[in-house]
């Protein structure tokens, strides 16, 4: 069974832009997490999806945002882009996301910010 | 308090020997307990996962559940240089009744010297 996939997988741009990364569950998997990874803060989570709604959201400015599709996978937008969003970005897939569901990383899109 | 706290390391040990990694978590309704392993410049890969108190134990990997003391545990046993890594601690932390997203520890980090 293939695993969660991650695109773009690096990314590179300059304040006051945008960017859209995209995320594909593995197969059978409904519900899709995303996380932002930093140096200094960890793993941070940003929001989960589930069966195109969202069901949970981190403590992030709405710059941040995501939605999902009827085949599962999932898009978050970073609108405005500002220098501190330099990260790693992951997305996780898992069965249903509650809490006895175990959740599998994809291989991240690093975004660097200029 | 930190929802989830675990010590930064580096934890360095010898090959062949039992790397203990702890993990304590603030919030008792926390129903689920993950061990993540990331290499440098990888993503997390899931390598344990408990739900009840008590061990579990997958080949020289050992979690062990108190969820009285709020504290969870990883032993590897026969320590190989290629465990060396960063270990991450992950829980399902309830919010208003709702679950479905982990809170990370910042992770240890392990050497394990030859």
């Known amino acids: 069974k293939a695993g969660v996939t991650q695109t773009p997988r690096y990314l590179i741009k300059t304040r006051g832009q945008q960017v859209t990364l995209s995320c594909s569950p593995i197969?059978?998997?409904?519900?899709v997490s995303w996380y932002q990874q930093t140096p200094g803060q960890g793993l941070q989570f940003l929001f989960e999806?589930?069966?195109?709604?969202?069901?949970n959201k981190g403590n992030f400015p709405g710059r941040f945002s995501g939605r999902q599709f009827s085949n599962s996978r999932s898009e978050m937008n970073v609108s405005t882009l500002e220098l501190g969003d330099s990260a790693l970005y992951l997305c996780?897939?898992?069965?249903?996301?509650?809490?006895?569901?175990?959740?599998?990383f994809g291989p991240g899109t690093r975004l660097t910010v200029l | 308090q930190k929802e989830v706290e675990q010590n930064s390391g580096p934890l360095s040990v010898p090959e062949g020997a039992i790397a203990s990694l702890n993990c304590t978590y603030s919030d008792r309704g926390s129903q689920s307990f993950f061990w993540y392993r990331q290499y440098s410049g990888k993503s997390p890969e899931l390598i344990m996962s408990?739900?009840?108190?008590g061990d579990k134990e997958d080949g020289r990997f050992t979690a062990q559940l108190n969820k009285a003391s709020q504290y969870v545990s990883l032993l590897i046993r026969d320590s190989q240089p290629s465990d060396s890594a960063t270990y991450l601690c992950a829980v399902n932390i309830m919010r208003g009744g709702s679950q479905g997203n982990l809170i990370f520890g910042k992770g240890t980090k392990l050497s394990v010297k030859p």
């Open positions: 197969s059978g998997h409904r519900s």
């Open positions: 408990i739900y009840s108190n």
């Open positions: 996780a897939s898992s069965l249903s996301g509650w809490g006895y569901n175990e959740q599998f």
């Open positions: 999806y589930f069966s195109e709604t969202q069901r």
